[in-house]
T-cell receptor, first 114, second 112 residues
Framework: AQSVTQLDSHVSVSEGTPVLLRCNYSSSYSPSLFWYVQHPNKGLQLLLKYTSAATLVKGINGFEAEFKKSETSFHLTKPSAHMSDAAEYFCVVSEVTSYGKLTFGQGTILTVHP | DARVTQTPRHKVTEMGQEVTMRCQPILGHNTVFWYRQTMMQGLELLAYFRNRAPLDDSGMPKDRFSAEMPDATLATLKIQPSEPRDSAVYFC??????????FGPGTRLLVL
């Protein structure tokens, strides 16, 4: 069985400061891991994905995530937050046996202050 | 730029009425998913298809919800009869396999 835990329901940062959104996962098999972003009243957009290649994954809009198997973590980071980054972020896991079915974390709402 | 499209974008209806939501997946994608999002429950998987065959609809209330893929370019989600507790945003997503999914803009449903 696969599961995802996002450790913070809300994160607040100032514009220009680093962003860290934390995610731990549980998976019986080698997982694929994703981060999706949802801006208010919009659909979900894929930020990045890890599929057993490089452990440091670069995504869109300057975001990146590092897969750490020993810690079962897949934290999302960005060196410098922008106002447009304010949104809800979902950490997601998929197993090869699940035919592409995704298991979503509960989401982290990122607020960016001027 | 290929995208998943959903219609209608907004729907207001009265309790007891039938609601049909449509989704056009990205051409060539062989998996299609229906999700429901509410403030209370977050994002819930309702049903999904692979090569147009239903794989899992255990997330759907069977007595009132039904999901079909009449062809590769159309997926439908029907609610009959609708109830106020069905008010939510319904997302369709499609994927080429391997877990990556591309989401549509959603149908915002309000049942009065």
């Amino acid at each position: 069985a696969q599961s995802v835990t996002q450790l913070d329901s809300h994160v607040s940062v100032s514009e220009g400061t680093p962003v860290l959104l934390r995610c731990n996962y549980s998976s019986s098999y080698s997982p694929s891991l994703f981060w999706y972003v949802q801006h208010p009243n919009k659909g979900l957009q894929l930020l990045l994905k890890y599929t057993s290649a490089a452990t440091l994954v670069k995504g869109i809009n300057g975001f990146e995530a590092e897969f750490k198997k020993s810690e079962t973590s897949f934290h999302l980071t960005k060196p410098s937050a922008h106002m447009s980054d304010a949104a809800e972020y979902f950490c997601v896991v998929s197993e090869v046996t699940s035919y592409g079915k995704l298991t979503f974390g509960q989401g982290t709402i990122l607020t960016v202050h001027p | 730029d290929a995208r998943v499209t959903q219609t209608p974008r907004h729907k207001v209806t009265e309790m007891g009425q039938e609601v049909t939501m449509r989704c056009q997946p990205i051409l060539g994608h062989n998996t299609v998913f229906w999700y429901r999002q509410t403030m209370m429950q977050g994002l819930e998987l309702l049903a999904y298809f692979r090569n147009r065959a239903p794989l899992d609809d255990s997330g759907m209330p069977k007595d009132r919800f039904s999901a079909e893929m009449p062809d590769a370019t159309l997926a439908t989600l029907k609610i009959q009869p609708s109830e106020p507790r069905d008010s939510a945003v319904y997302f369709c997503a499609s994927g080429p396999g391997g877990g990556t999914q591309y989401f549509g803009p959603g149908t915002r449903l309000l049942v009065l």
